[in-house]
């Protein structure tokens, strides 16, 4: 089967391409002139130069696939219309692409839980929950989902919502939890502990692979067709950096700010971003998730309807992200 992957270069769409390609699947990769293709080339991906925004490029790429992942998108941006742009409209593109296309192929398009919202603490989400997002990012994800059953009677999708994704190749959480580790001390915003799903990349990326050969496809409403993954285990902010702790051999005290520092933190960094031009994960969009006392979900229906079942537990997963991460130098 050839599958176009859309963000092959970023985290979770590197781990997949491996996958892909470990199983005997042709891959091409969307992918941009500036974009540092090396680990795809040498997995044997073909590569084609073009963008989400570039629908163009987009019709030349899907051409000839059996299926699309699309993983492409922002997660941060300095204006919220980047984010639109970028996860609304660009998932709109692929989506247009994937329909004019004479094969038709198979779509799964990766968005977020944040396109879901917040938990009830006590209570995962599940798919069927009307979906209620916290901020701009969530919203622009959200937008994209919608592109994507807007066209449930032209083009066959799945989506799928990951929670927090941790593991090998991670530019943005295992980095903060090794210096914390370094450094022995744990930082949590906020005097009272908030819940999380996690899922090893690993684990996200067959979960990947099992909805694109025998997921459902989504309608024009309802959750059908949508799927969580997650280890099995609701986790405490504590909990998920004291894991990295130990699987780096360190000890860490932990350290609870009040919310209001996250908040200052939140608006320094905004304004930084402003002068720099250069946008920060760190935002007081980020915020307001940051904020919510439960960010869970359940797999439950991936158990059911795929046979998932992730093969890392947290402390193995932090342990396996932190070899990585040695064996690079980078810890």
């Known amino acids: 089967m050839r599958v176009l992957v859309t963000g092959a270069t970023g985290f979770i769409g590197g781990a997949l391409t491996a996958l892909l390609a470990a199983r005997g699947d042709r891959v091409r990769a969307l992918v941009r002139p500036s974009s540092r293709t090396e680990a795809l080339s040498a997995l044997g991906a073909e590569l084609a130069q073009g963008d989400v925004g570039d629908p163009a490029s987009l019709l030349a790429a899907v051409e000839g696939c059996d299926a699309v992942i699309?993983?492409?998108?922002?997660?941060?941006?300095?204006?919220?219309?980047?984010?639109?742009?970028?996860?609304?409209?660009?998932?709109?593109?692929?989506?247009?692409?994937?329909?004019?296309?004479?094969?038709?192929?198979?779509?799964?398009?990766?968005?977020?839980?944040?396109?879901?919202?917040?938990?009830?603490?006590?209570?995962?989400?599940?798919?069927?929950?009307?979906?209620?997002?916290?901020?701009?990012?969530?919203?622009s994800k959200l937008l994209g989902e919608r592109a994507v059953r807007l066209a449930a009677g032209k083009v066959a999708a799945s989506i799928v919502r990951p929670p927090v994704v941790y593991g090998p190749g991670d530019k943005e959480l295992m980095p903060q939890l090794l210096r914390m580790a370094r450094l022995g001390l744990v930082v949590r915003a906020g005097f009272q502990q908030k819940t999380f799903s996690v899922v090893h990349v690993a684990d996200l990326g067959q979960g990947i692979l099992d909805v694109l050969d025998?997921?459902?496809?989504?309608?024009?409403?309802?959750?059908?067709?949508?799927?969580?993954?997650?280890d099995g285990a609701d986790r405490s902010w504590d909990e998920i950096a004291l894991a990295a702790c130990d699987a780096l051999g360190r000890r860490a005290r932990v350290l609870a700010l009040p919310e209001a520092v996250s908040a200052a933190a939140a608006a320094a960094s905004s304004a930084l971003a402003a002068v720099?031009?250069?946008?920060?994960?760190?935002?007081?969009?980020?915020?307001?998730?940051?904020?919510?006392?439960?960010?869970?979900?359940?797999?439950?229906?991936?158990r059911a309807e795929l046979g998932w079942s992730p093969r890392f537990p947290l402390p193995e997963g932090m342990a396996d992200a932190v070899r990585w991460f040695q064996a690079r130098g980078l810890a």
């Open 70 to 139: 699309h993983l492409a998108g922002a997660v941060k941006a300095l204006r919220d219309r980047e984010l639109f742009q970028a996860n609304g409209e660009g998932t709109r593109h692929v989506v247009a692409a994937c329909a004019a296309s004479a094969a038709r192929p198979r779509l799964v398009y990766v968005s977020s839980l944040a396109a879901a919202g917040p938990a009830t603490a006590g209570r995962a989400r599940v798919e069927d929950d009307p979906p209620a997002p916290v901020s701009r990012y969530g919203e």
């Open 214 to 230: 025998r997921g459902r496809p989504v309608g024009e409403a309802g959750g059908e067709g949508t799927y969580f993954f997650e």
């Open 276 to 302: 720099t031009r250069r946008a920060s994960i760190l935002s007081l969009d980020k915020l307001r998730e940051m904020r919510q006392s439960a960010w869970t979900c359940s797999a439950a229906r991936a």
